[in-house]
């Protein structure tokens, strides 16, 4: 949607303006939008809106004088132009940043006296009542060249004024969008409110926990949006706030739109405009129920409550930020920290309390995190920051909050997630790998395996895929255990592992089903080979329970290209060589040729 001049500006302040100007001058004015929408006007003579512009013949003259205007608008600071109703108009075009937003307007005066016979003639070619007509011409203004000359220069600078104006208004809203994003990413709710406590913004969590849009929740007042006793109860605080400036904090319990009680805590501050005055208060909403509930079970067992205490409290750091003479911040002086960040980072009081951000070994556990950057946001913006980091020195996770309880002040607390990291981490392994040997899925083979056709389709080279079975594999689980059984699927997959090269890959399907992948292979002697090594080595005694077992398997290859061109028929080609493995006597390796032979000979 196209900017529009009025969404810039306080189109009321603009009316006064103009208005008072008209008193002071009696100089007609007006500004309308590029699509002729008035915004505002003032002083316009009752010849041209009662006569001029009230009859059809006359009021073409009117609109050729606004055309004649708007086509030389953009060449000079302003324009002026005699309709040929006989009075003088003048526009001036105000730019927002290159482009031409809305046109401010002067004019219906003259700058001699005007020939009382021309207009008496205008009034009876187009019925104008004459007596009325040159009363209305009487009220017109009569202003010098120069004193129009100056006139123009003033109105020239009112509209690079409002230019101006409107270029900041512009970057405030650029800047005041932005913000609202950044209010909107943070899972608290926050509100601010004007002096008359009205709400004048607030995030998506705050309209989500009262359950009401934005556009219900601005504009109004507590007891518009809240039950009436809870509205009494911000009401006074927030008038407590106002009488007692600084950071307000204090809990309350209330209800979301569900009706869902919880426990709360309010963070509030005055905020100021631009003169340094008070403008309003700006809230956050912590819900603490969950520590209000835990605090109230400890309550219940002084032993429990210590315990619980010790061991559920997060690390904390305070720190007081090092300024310039000129008030600029330099570092951050760390001041307190308690026992949960000793325990969770191995440093000890004495090395960090005193010390600055930048000579303490505070910084070298969390390289690669810009805590003066992240401090300096807090401080300026007044909200918390909330983020997670691994600290490679420490090898652990933690999720931070950054916060301000007052000025210059900032304070870290820290919860260590190297666990949940590392549950994230397993689970994202375990979706490819399988857990009993640790080779690739069946998921990662097939991935693999179309990487390794591409790639041979672009070098016109084989791949080689290798289905294999354990032969006999159920009587030795039958007889020894499962367990057993899982001991001797591990060593098999290593041996496997051993007999490979390191651009091939083992993947095991399940139950004593394995695959391999032997990608960039030319001959089938060299697959063989391969493959024979494998089988070799599986030959070899497995001990379990002091049992030596000796374990053999069925092989079969499908090469690409010549046995499939895809990851179906190449799977389902090299299952049917392994079958043919297994009726010629297990221990084998069998090609798909192989294969296609023996069926050509049943």
Same mark, same amino acid.
Not at 458 to 469: G, M, P, Q, S, T
């Given at each position: ?90 526009? @001036?075009?105000?730019?927002? &940043?290159?482009?031409? $937003? !809305?046109? %401010?307007?002067?004019?219906?005066? +003259?700058? #001699? =006296? ?10 009876? @070619?187009?019925?104008?009542? &004459?007596?009325?007509? $040159? !009363?209305? %011409?009487?009220?017109?203004?009569? +202003?010098? #060249? =120069? ?22 208004? %512009? ?432």
């Amino acid at each position: 949607m196209a900017q529009r001049f009025s969404s810039l500006v306080d189109v009321q302040k603009v009316q006064q303006l103009l208005d008072r100007l008209y008193d002071a001058t009696g100089i007609p004015s007006g500004i309308i939008e590029v699509d002729s929408t008035i915004i505002s006007a003032t002083g316009w003579q009752d010849i041209c809106t009662k006569f001029h512009r009230a009859c059809e013949q006359s009021r073409q003259n009117c609109l050729e004088s606004d055309r004649i205007i708007a086509e030389h608008l953009h060449t000079r600071a302003y324009v002026g132009y005699q309709c040929k109703n006989g009075l003088l108009e003048y526009a @001036c075009p105000i730019m927002i &940043e290159g482009k031409h $937003l !809305a046109t %401010l307007f002067i004019g219906q005066f +003259f700058i #001699e =006296q005007p020939d009382l016979a021309y207009f008496r003639e205008q009034a009876r @070619c187009y019925g104008y009542p &004459e007596e009325a007509y $040159l !009363a209305a %011409l009487a009220k017109v203004p009569v +202003f010098s #060249e =120069q004193k129009v000359a100056f006139i123009m220069n003033f109105f020239v600078a009112l509209a690079d004024l409002l230019s101006c104006s409107g270029s900041h208004s %512009l970057k405030y809203l650029e800047s005041a969008n932005f913000l609202q994003e950044v209010l909107n990413a943070m899972p608290s709710p926050i509100f601010y409110k004007d002096m008359e406590g009205k709400y004048i913004g607030c995030n998506q969590a705050f309209a989500a926990f009262v359950g009401k849009q934005p556009s219900e929740i601005i504009g109004k007042s507590v007891y518009d949006v809240f039950p009436y006793i809870a509205a009494d109860k911000y009401s006074e605080m927030d008038q407590d706030l106002l009488s007692n400036p600084g950071i307000q904090v204090y809990e309350y319990r209330m209800s979301d739109a569900t009706g869902q009680h919880h426990d709360v805590l309010f963070n509030k501050a005055l905020f100021k405009d631009i003169n340094g005055a008070v403008a309003g208060l700006v809230g956050a909403v912590i819900d603490i129920t969950a520590r209000k509930q835990m605090e109230a079970a400890l309550q219940r067992s002084e032993a429990k409550y210590r315990a619980l205490f010790e061991h559920m409290l997060n690390g904390f750091i305070y720190l007081k930020a090092e300024k310039k003479p000129a008030g600029e911040i330099v570092d951050y002086r760390l001041l307190e920290c308690n026992d949960a960040f000793v325990t969770t980072t191995g440093l000890t009081r004495e090395m960090i309390i005193g010390r600055t951000m930048s000579e303490s070994v505070f910084a070298n556990i969390t390289a690669g995190v810009n805590w003066q950057g992240i401090f300096n946001s807090v401080l300026e913006s007044g909200e918390a920051h909330t983020f997670e980091y691994c600290s490679p020195l420490l090898n652990k996770w933690y999720l931070t909050s950054v916060f301000t309880p007052n000025e210059d002040y900032v304070a870290a607390l820290f919860s260590d997630i190297t666990t949940r990291k590392q549950n994230e981490e397993r689970t994202e392994y375990y979706a490819y790998h399988d857990p009993l040997t640790g080779l690739p899925n069946r998921r990662l083979f097939e991935d693999r395996l179309a990487v390794a056709l591409n790639q041979a389709q672009r070098n016109e080279e084989w791949v080689a895929v290798l289905f294999l079975d354990l032969d006999n594999f159920k009587p030795i689980n039958d007889t020894y255990g499962h367990e057993a059984g899982d001991q001797l699927l591990r060593q098999v997959a290593r041996r496997m592992l051993n007999s490979i090269r390191s651009c091939d890959t083992v993947a095991r399907l399940g139950g004593d089903e394995f695959v391999i992948i032997l990608p960039g292979t030319n001959t089938r002697q060299e697959i063989e080979t391969i493959a024979t090594r494998i089988l070799v080595a599986s030959r070899d005694p497995i001990v379990i329970d002091q049992d030596e077992i000796v374990i053999t398997m069925s092989i079969g290859i499908s090469i690409y290209p010549k046995d499939g061109t895809d990851i179906t028929s190449l799977m389902r080609n090299a299952d049917v060589a392994m079958f043919m493995s297994k009726r010629y006597g297990r221990n084998r390796i069998s090609f798909v040729i192989d294969a296609a032979n023996f069926s050509d000979g049943l």
